[in-house]
Nanobody
């Protein structure tokens, strides 16, 4: 299995930027489709973005398109989520997830999850 550890969360003003990182260990990172999900208080966890094994394909939730960018560096076993133009409604705990059979379009098949990192956006 793969272990995932997120970092990079914090407090930012509306309109600001943050970059989340997800460090993977345990298995061959490049075998895993990676994704980012988030969960705000009182809400269900929702898909934010996904990226294929090579990084050649990406998928985004409509609410973050054109503001967030998912990427990966297989040499560093790390996935990233660059978040720009942050809004108060982006505040949530952000989770990194991975799965060999995950599908970035159906948002299913993510078998491994990190512990989450808090993103707070002040208005």
């Amino acid at each position: 299995q793969v272990q995932l550890v997120e970092s990079g969360g914090g407090l930012v003003q509306a309109g600001g930027s943050l970059r989340l990182s997800c460090a993977a260990s345990g298995r061959t990172f490049s075998n895993y489709v990676m994704g980012w999900f988030r969960q705000a208080p009182g809400k269900e966890r929702e898909f934010v973005a996904g990226i294929s094994w090579t990084g050649g394909s990406t998928s985004y939730a409509d609410s973050v398109k054109a503001r967030f960018t998912i990427s990966r560096d297989n040499a560093k076993n790390t996935a990233y989520l660059q978040m720009n133009s942050l809004k108060p409604e982006d505040a949530a705990v952000y989770y990194c997830a991975g799965g060999i059979g995950a599908n970035i379009y159906t948002k299913r098949g993510y078998d491994y999850w990190g512990q989450g990192t808090q993103v707070t956006v002040s208005s």
